[in-house]
């Protein structure tokens, strides 16, 4: 441990003497440097991983946990089925669904949409819908009164609940005038918002009942939609449901649907930790050279020191202190910085929107509609641990060389 007398130099070396102003200059760039790389360090790890655990839920909040269809065509008798599949260990529940794309026509415009044909019980174990749904709407669903819409939707259509939405099929219906789409009129008894823009732009929830009637699936259904207990070993529960439903099905879960996504995630947050780690090795280098040229600048104190009895160890810790202690300002700096940014970092968002006038993050083309944060304290140890490393590193040359001086040359020259 250094002693008392070591420390006291230290730091009496960290303000800038006579004709010293440049070197302290570099050595406080050097700690602004460090300080900016942790600090953008942890609010780019903070936001990555908020983003990507807010999409993880809302995504297994809306999707299926695993889906069961049929080899080919589709699930006639999927009430023994769903039964089946609710009986296994591990299964929340298990819901028949039609999935369907169509057009949607509002009052002027037209885009396209996607049904969700759903028994109106199972809509309800949909936390994230019913959390974000209009007042009032499941009575009218249940009874088969209309539909549910997306509020983004709604809008791109210049809808209201009350008014009426058409459907049209990309299946046709043969008549006497030809081949025609199917297409049908539904009202809209309410809306929805989970505050993701691509299903709050494009889901249309059906009863059950009437989407067998419209997409002519007559006793029958697209799929079966299973939840279980712990989405993390979906894996695990494609053997028992396959021993339960039979091998005339087709398995598929939300890891292997979103396994791209996820993938891609996790390898861009790795590329930005490489990247962003090298702004503080950059400003290691920087300690370096603030550090060589303070022992040069240093070389007649350091004579001295040595004529008195300083030892070479002793020199060294001196100047070993003088840039550690650059490293542990800028890292504490930039932690508690990033940390507190990342906390705030919706509010300053909105306060930088409305000062420039103009959304940073449009609904219309990000997932989300505001920016997640997640502060990992294992990140942040390991952010806080490789700078303080790289700044140790980077004094211990500088610091060799402060012992290595000659005091009779370094008196010599001065």
């Known amino acids: ?243 339960a439903l039979g091998t005339d099905v087709r398995l598929s879960d939300w890891q292997q649907t979103n396994a791209t996504y996820f993938s891609v995630l996790e390898v861009e947050q790795n590329v930005m930790f490489i990247i962003l780690m090298l702004i503080v090795l950059v400003a290691a280098f920087n300690i370096i050279s603030s550090m060589i040229m303070l022992v040069k600048s240093k070389g007649r104190q350091i004579a001295i020191l040595r004529t008195i009895g300083a030892t070479r160890g002793q020199v060294m810790r001196i100047f070993f202190i003088n840039g550690a202690l650059i490293g542990i300002v800028g890292t504490g700096v930039g932690t508690i910085g990033g940390i507190l940014f990342a906390v705030y970092i919706e509010p300053i968002r909105s306060a930088v929107e409305s000062i420039l006038g103009t959304r940073l993050f449009p609904h219309e083309f990000y997932f989300l509609s505001q920016l997640p944060t997640r502060i990992d304290p294992g990140e942040i140890a390991v952010v806080a641990i490789l700078a303080l490393a790289l700044s140790f590193l980077a004094t211990l040359y500088p610091a060799w060389r402060a012992a290595k001086v000659d005091p009779v040359e370094a008196l010599r020259h001065e």
Not at 78 to 92: D, F, H, N, T
Not at 137 to 149: D, R
């Open 1 to 243: 441990m250094p002693s008392t007398f070591e420390r006291m130099v230290a730091l009496r070396y960290l303000w800038p003497g006579r004709r010293e102003t440049f070197t302290f200059l570099v050595a406080m760039f050097s700690l602004l440097g460090i300080g900016f790389g942790v600090f953008t360090l942890i609010v780019v790890m903070s936001v990555m991983g908020g983003f990507r655990e807010e999409l993880l839920t809302r995504v297994l909040g809306l999707q299926p946990h695993m889906v069961v269809r049929a080899l080919d065509g589709s699930i006639q008798d999927y009430q023994s089925l769903v039964e089946k599949a609710r009986g296994v260990v591990g299964v929340e529940t298990a819901a028949p669904i039609i999935r369907a794309e169509v057009l949607a026509r509002g009052k002027r415009n037209v885009t396209g949409a996607l049904v969700y044909g759903i028994a109106p019980e199972d809509l309800a174990r949909k936390k994230q819908v019913m959390r974000g749904i209009t007042a009032g709407a499941i009575e009218p669903f249940t009874s088969g009164e209309g539909v549910v819409l997306g509020h983004r939707l709604a809008q791109k259509l210049r809808l209201d609940i009350g008014d009426s939405i058409r459907l049209i099929s990309p299946a046709v219906t043969a008549t006497v005038m030809g081949s025609v789409p199917r297409a049908r009129a539904y009202k809209i008894v309410g809306t929805f918002n989970v505050d993701m823009s691509e299903y709050d732009s494009s889901f249309v929830f059906m009863p059950l009942n009437l989407a067998q009637i419209h997409f002519k699936y007559r006793g029958s259904v697209s799929s079966i939609e299973v939840a279980v207990d712990n989405p993390d070993r979906v894996r695990e529960m494609r053997a028992p449901l396959w021993q």
